[in-house]
């Protein structure tokens, strides 16, 4: 499978992301983890402790949609799950990115259960968001060490909202998914600029 076109071009698109998105300083101290849809059954995602400015083929390994390593070296990492549950609710899913960006951090920090975010033209790169106006509630979930229960709660919290675009996990970061790793690249680079407003606004408040 790690010899497949699918694997090789997902994989150079990963790497591509990761570089960009370090260079951002988004990804400190080889935090967050990447992903891409193999097959209705597989994905591409990073190895654990891996530093992401620097990613080829042999960071990363494939999964099966339980979690169980295909291939690649090591073990998946805790926040796989994470990932799983996105691409087994929506087969047309093709890509999920968690960063870890000063500003969303802090904010994950700072608010408790929802972030709103209102009045930003970032939010028409979200789905179901064309009114920027209404704005969006983004979940901000507890951090904790079991990453299935919180896979489960992210899980429940999309069969509320099937619409939801991203989540932030307190002291932890942004997950965001898309049908492509473009897709999911713009949503990223939409939510951290709407939290770098968000941070900066906290600050000019009186």
Not at 28 to 54: E, N
Not at 60 to 85: K, Q, Y
Not at 109 to 119: T, Y
Not at 130 to 137: F, N, S, Y
């Amino acid at each position: 499978m790690e010899q497949s076109p699918e694997f090789k071009a997902q994989v150079r698109l990963l790497a591509d992301a990761g570089r960009e998105l370090a260079d951002r300083g988004w990804l400190p101290a080889r935090t967050g983890h990447f992903s891409a849809r193999l097959d209705d059954q597989h994905i591409v995602i990073t190895a654990p402790g891996r530093s992401k400015d620097l990613l080829d083929a042999h960071d990363f390994m494939v999964v099966d949609l339980e979690g169980h390593r295909i291939a690649g070296s090591g073990e998946p990492g805790p926040e796989t799950f994470l990932h799983i549950i996105m691409y087994r609710r929506d087969a047309d899913l093709g890509a999920v990115l968690h960063t870890h960006s000063i500003h969303g951090t802090v904010l994950s920090r700072e608010v408790s259960g929802s972030l709103l975010l209102r009045d930003y033209e970032a939010l028409r790169e979200l789905p179901g968001c064309e009114h920027p106006a209404r704005g969006i509630r983004l979940p901000v979930f507890a951090n904790q060490p079991d990453m299935r229960q919180l896979a489960a709660r992210v899980d429940a919290a999309m069969d509320r909202d099937p619409a939801l675009a991203g989540y932030l996990i307190s002291g932890h970061g942004l997950y965001t998914w898309g049908q492509t790793v473009e897709r999911a690249m713009q949503r990223t680079e939409a939510f951290e600029f709407m939290f770098e407003c968000e941070s900066l606004a906290r600050q000019l408040t009186p």
